[in-house]
């Protein structure tokens, strides 16, 4: 199993970045498919997640209004629109299959880091 995530990258506070993440090696259009993030000396705390027919999604408080998750199940990949980007959302974000309550398999990281 695969789960590549890219699209990270510098921006300024304000801005928008979409993240990828592309799966391999396991029936993505069947499995839940969720975000974390994991900023220096934090824990990995959940950001978003979608059910694998993109009928239920949820999300953090922390990001509620400013994020999107979508999926393309023809692509296996998944997507993380962040808009409204803050200092406080810098962090690798990882994305994961399977429950959010017990997700896996994880992803390679893509560091999104937001200067003030």
């Known amino acids: 199993v695969q789960l590549q995530a890219s699209g990270g990258g510098l921006v300024q506070a304000g801005d928008s970045l979409r993240l990828s993440c592309a799966a391999s090696g396991l029936p993505f259009s069947t499995y839940t498919m969720n975000w974390f993030r994991q900023a220096p000396g934090k824990e990995r705390e959940f950001v978003a997640t979608i059910s694998w027919d993109l009928r239920r999604t949820d999300y953090a408080d922390s990001v509620q209004g400013r994020f999107a998750i979508t999926r393309d199940n023809a692509k296996n990949t998944v997507y993380l629109q962040m808009n409204s980007l803050k200092p406080e959302d810098s962090a690798v974000y990882y994305c994961?299959?399977?429950?959010?309550?017990?997700?896996?398999?994880w992803g390679q990281g893509t560091q999104v880091t937001v200067s003030s």
């Open positions: 994961a299959a399977g429950p959010r309550s017990s997700p896996g398999p």
